[in-house]
T-cell receptor
Framework: DGGITQSPKYLFRKEGQNVTLSCEQN?????MYWYRQDPGQGLRLIYY???????QKGDIAEGYSVSREKKESFPLTVTSAQKNPTAFYLC???????????FGDGTRLSIL | AQSVTQPDIHITVSEGASLELRCNYS??????LFWYVQSPGQGLQLLLK??????LVQGIKGFEAEFKRSQSSFNLRKPSVHWSDAAEYFC?????????FGTGTRLKVLA
């Protein structure tokens, strides 16, 4: 079945450490997205990519970085510059920019 | 500024009762409109979408939503709620890649 796979499901980060969240899709979608979800705040867009080798900052990109070297993969790195990284991170993809987004099951990141 | 408001943080209904979840938006033009559902610890699943045309749209799991341009609203409805509908519901609006999500409404269903 086609879908979006996020791994790991739970991730722990030490202070000053960078961590990378994986997102893979086999839907053949061109666009991919990363969101951060905090209780009571809905979803906020971190980065999005319209096509391979291209990505744009969303509303809260500071302290995060991404790459899009392959169509099916869009990893997110949470850097040590992100001072409040504890959150639920959701990856999504869509056929194009004006189409519904399909979501993975998320990665919960916590600080040790 | 563009925004989405879901006025109800929590809603509790009895199983079999009808349901209406409210969504109001502020946007320069008529945006694309979506409703998603999220079970605890999982991702979001699309319930329905509105792009243009008939203002009453049907979705999965027996849900429907009505777009009212004059009220800038896109409320979600279900005639008879099932216990399995307990979840968090998000309204989203936007155009071309960047969507704005509401803060969600958590639905509790009483047996």
């Amino acid at each position: 079945d086609g879908g979006i796979t996020q791994s790991p499901k739970y991730l722990f980060r030490k202070e000053g450490q960078n961590v990378t969240l994986s997102c893979e899709q086999n839907l053949n979608h061109d666009a991919m997205y990363w969101y951060r979800q905090d209780p009571g705040q809905g979803l906020r867009l971190i980065y999005y990519s319209q096509i391979v080798n291209d990505f744009q900052k969303g509303d809260i990109a500071e302290g995060y970085s991404v790459s899009r070297e392959k169509k099916e993969s869009f990893p997110l790195t949470v850097t040590s510059a992100q001072k409040n990284p504890t959150a639920f991170y959701l990856c999504a993809s869509s056929v194009g920019g004006n189409q519904p987004q399909h979501f993975g099951d998320g990665t919960r990141l916590s600080i040790l | 500024a563009q925004s989405v408001t879901q006025p109800d943080i929590h809603i509790t209904v009895s199983e079999g009762a009808s349901l209406e979840l409210r969504c109001n938006y502020s946007y320069g033009a008529t945006p694309y409109l979506f409703w998603y559902v999220q079970s605890p610890g999982q991702g979001l699943q699309l319930l329905l979408k509105y792009f243009s045309g008939d203002t009453l749209v049907q979705g999965i799991k027996g849900f429907e939503a009505e777009f009212k341009r004059s009220q800038s609203s896109f409320n979600l409805r279900k005639p008879s709620v099932h216990w399995s509908d307990a979840a968090e519901y998000f309204c989203a609006v936007g155009e071309t890649y960047k969507y704005i999500f509401g803060t969600g409404t958590r639905l509790k269903v009483l047996a």
